[in-house]
């Protein structure tokens, strides 16, 4: 659980049957901390007995996997419905790793790659996520006093871990978002429900 390696790739074995199993989305929700839920978008029918066998409950009918089709609800997505969302994401910001005016690309010399940095504050992943919504498509209605986004982070957490022994390690700041958003361009909504939203991590999905 502490590793979104190690469960990208029990996710990854879900699908590993098919030549193209497609872009699969997943959030771990820990409401219940003995109880944690897996929640897994695929683009095919999964197979997920393994990870039951490895870290769940297999002769418990409540710890058995549960799939749903939500193709029907995706083609009833309409402008101006209302859903409630829960999404975990990777804030992310970059940083120009050259002062200004040392190359820009178009004077020949290529700029350099910025650093790409985790957000670290709860208010500064919220504007990432609130400056980002359109290009989702949706909205996230303001309501309530000063009418303040109809949205709260839900979890915080900064994620550290190696893809290979010996390598460097990875950090991840991840934010889960919980909230109402207003549908405003159907299709743009569904490709990110079923691609993911922008940042470097993207494991979640909105649900």
Not at 4 to 9: G, L, V
Not at 55 to 74: E, H, K, M, S, Y
Not at 166 to 181: C, I, P
Request: charged share 25%; aromatic share 6%; glycine share 12%.
């Amino acid at each position: 659980m502490g590793s979104p390696q190690a469960m990208h790739a029990a996710v990854a074995g879900a699908t590993a049957l098919y030549d193209d199993p497609g872009r699969s989305l997943w959030r771990l929700d820990a409401d219940a901390p003995h109880r944690p839920v897996l929640l897994v978008l695929t683009q095919v029918e999964a197979d997920f007995t393994h990870i039951v066998e490895q870290a769940g409950w297999p002769n418990v009918a409540a710890g058995r996997p549960q799939g749903r089709d939500c193709g029907g609800l995706l083609s009833r997505v309409e402008a101006g419905q209302r859903y409630r969302f829960r999404v975990t994401a990777n804030p992310v910001q970059t940083m120009a790793s050259q002062p200004s005016g040392t190359g820009d690309g178009s004077s020949g010399v290529p700029r350099e790659r910025g650093r790409v940095l985790g957000h670290r504050t709860a208010a500064h992943q919220s504007r990432w996520f609130l400056e980002r919504t359109a290009r989702w498509g949706f909205e996230v209605p303001r309501t309530g006093v000063g009418e303040e986004p109809d949205m709260r982070i839900l979890h915080r957490e900064r994620l550290s871990f190696g893809k290979e022994k010996g390598a460097q390690r990875v950090s991840l700041q991840t934010a889960t978002f919980e909230g109402v958003l207003t549908v405003t361009e159907p299709k743009v909504l569904v490709d990110a429900l079923t691609v993911g939203v922008a940042g470097r991590g993207r494991t979640g999905a909105v649900c």
